[in-house]
């Protein structure tokens, strides 16, 4: 049964992000690139974050509070490429929890931000591709992800394409 869930939690994180990473992907390597990639054009960030937490009332209820001890894991990984004509900053991380009396079976969220800007026609053209995908709040009136890490809380994804122009005056354009 948990694998079941686990499986269907791993599928719902997939199908958020192919179509953000693939539009990425396709930004990055169809732009055309004159002189090739510097080695100060690319950086690769890895980490690795540890933590423990103490939580009084994991279910944030009135009456008959669960406590327990939170145990987090959380690998990530930061993609830099800055160049003239193309820019990605892509962020990624997973957060494993382990619940000491084990008051919750699943609650692994993945973050992930991205964004990759390309300049299509130099200096004037660009195109920017962005995705956020996070858990957030039902209730936008109150913030419970920094209460709990799971109640009243729904997943988000935010996928924006937006293409534009820049003019620069010159005695050309007045």
């Not at 958020?16 to 100060?40: K, N």
């Not at 690319?42 to 939580?55: H, R």
């Not at 009396?101 to 962005?130: C, D, H």
């Amino acid at each position: 049964m948990k694998a079941c869930a686990k499986m269907k939690s791993m599928k719902k994180i997939i199908d958020f992000l192919i179509p953000s990473v693939f539009a990425m992907l396709i930004l990055l390597c169809g732009v055309d690139r004159p002189g090739g990639a510097l080695a100060a054009d690319f950086k690769f960030e890895p980490s690795l974050t540890l933590s423990e937490e103490f939580n009084d009332n994991i279910y944030l209820t009135r009456t008959n509070r669960k406590s327990d001890f939170i145990t987090g894991i959380t690998p990530a990984a930061r993609l830099l490429l800055d160049d003239p004509s193309l820019y990605a900053n892509i962020l990624g991380a997973y957060t494993y929890r382990i619940y000491a009396r084990n008051t919750v079976q699943s609650n692994n969220p993945f973050y992930f931000n991205g964004l990759a800007r390309a300049a299509l026609i130099s200096n004037n053209l660009y195109l920017e591709v962005s995705d956020i995908y996070q858990k957030v709040s039902l209730d936008p009136a109150q913030n419970f992800a920094r209460e709990s890490s799971f109640v009243n809380q729904t997943d988000s994804n935010v996928f924006t394409v937006h293409p534009y122009l820049v003019l620069r005056p010159t005695s050309l354009l007045t």
